[in-house]
């Protein structure tokens, strides 16, 4: 009875708990409400680039600077992402549009317009946030009545005047920003939904000497609407004196603060490759369907004929796939090493399959800057402990007894090499005195995540899985190894497994061909001089991507064979 009860209680707790999920933005992000007057302060982050991979902070650029920079509070993903989140002199009121407000004057000198025509040439995007909303340029497609919306603004843009050849460097030194607000019916108070800006290059004049009081005559602050276009842009020039003006103006919305983020969501090409889908669908269920079924087909008239063959003491010589029954289970040639990578393997798989779990149910929502890399990285230490739990199990069925050896290696090998590669690529990075650099503080952090829990949960691991008792094979071991007789040239290993996969292959080439579009582009990074092209820059991920599938795929594809082997083998009567 009260075993009943408290199935009931929990059962209870769990819908409450469901219930209460749609309630607020998951992992806990709450609305902000703004009365009429609010400051609204709008924060800076990271400039980055298409054409480059190496992001700098806001202030690397000469852009005027409040009194004191404060840094935001920012997770362990914003930091290895590069982010930097500080504070600005571009500060709003709610509901109070304002025009041509004046943040600075700055006059350029040699090194502050060198710094301005590298970040324009390499076309760097300023990026801002409001109300934890990221700044987004609207652009209306040509070929659809939508619009799309850019992540930050360029820092300037590259032109030529009417009759001249000269290539100049034109800054966007004037923002008008638009403010969307969602309004409560019961009350004044408004939630901002969205927060845009339309860039543009103006050369700013005034009468006369310049004075805290002076007015531009190019914009007016009493105006009732923004800057649409600009005649005369600002050019980037030693000497040049340049003013950072900005308007707000703040429009009502019928978007619910709950759906703001379905905008920023919607991407530039969003059709859907439905004949490559539904092809490669059926590609994977004919060849599947196929193979299995001649599979079935072999392995039942197999077992069949063996048992029989038993049954009628016919069986003076063993043929098929029951000729290797004494050998089948043999460890293999570095047997200490599959099992490392099958245990790295469980690893990996286990932090996929949670971090796709977490996203299904909401935790990792896009208003939780930096979250999915810090979910990854804090669900691959904590699956140390099916690694070395894996691992170990593994290794005692191979007869082996130094489980704590193989648990160190199970904790080290793949970390390591993926930390030496980081640390040489963080140093290069923080040569160039980019944000992308990895501070010493957050080093420390990851080193001890590694050591401090990493590495004791994979021992813990091995030390529960090798005291399980060892997994018994169906059929026993012979103490002779079998000769193997000369191979025929197509079953050298390098042919096997070319032939093995090119049937996966061509049921997700079509696919793998639009997934490599859209994450591949020309990549130019100049150090020092030099030229970085883009496959020595992408060389890192793409390889550590590579590599990570292949323990993944490698792992899945070795119990998968180890079961139907077992599988096999158990069905046979073998003396």
Known sequence: MAFSRSIAFSAFLLLLLINGSFCFYLPGVAPQDFQKGDA???KVNKLSSTKTQLP???YSLPYCTPKKIVDSAENLGEVLRGDRIENSRYVFKMREPKMCNIVCKLVLDAKTAKAFKEKIDDEYRVNMILDNLPLVVPIKRVDQDSTVYQLGFHVGLKGQYSGSKEEKFFIHNHLAFTVRYHRDLLTESARIVGFEVKPFSVKHEYEGKWEEKTRLT?????AKHTV???NTPQEVEEGKEIFFTYDVEFQESDVKWASRWDAYLLMSDDQIHWFSIVNSLMIVLFLSGMVAMIMLRTLYRDISKYNELETQEEAQEETGWKLVHGDVFRPPNNSDLLCVYVGTGVQFFGMILVTMLFAVLGFLSPSNRGGLMTVMLLLWVFMGLLAGYASARLYKMFK???????SLRT???????VSAIFFVLNGLIWGQKSSGAVPFGTMFALIFLWFGISVPLVFVGGYIGFRKPAIENPVKTNKIPRQIPEQAWYMNPAFSVLIGGILPFGAVFIELFFILTS??????????GGALTSHRALLHCTSFSSYAFFVVTGTIGFYACFWFTRLIYSSVKID
């Open 228 to 230: 649409v276009n600009s």
């Open 400 to 406: 082996g007894s130094e489980w704590k050896k193989i």
């Open 411 to 417: 904790a080290v090998m793949f970390p390591a090499s």
């Open 56 to 58: 700098y902070t806001y």
């Open 40 to 42: 609204l302060q709008v």
């Open 519 to 528: 994450i591949c582009c020309a990549v130019r990074i100049t150090c020092g």
């Open 218 to 222: 190019t914009c007016d602050p009493h």
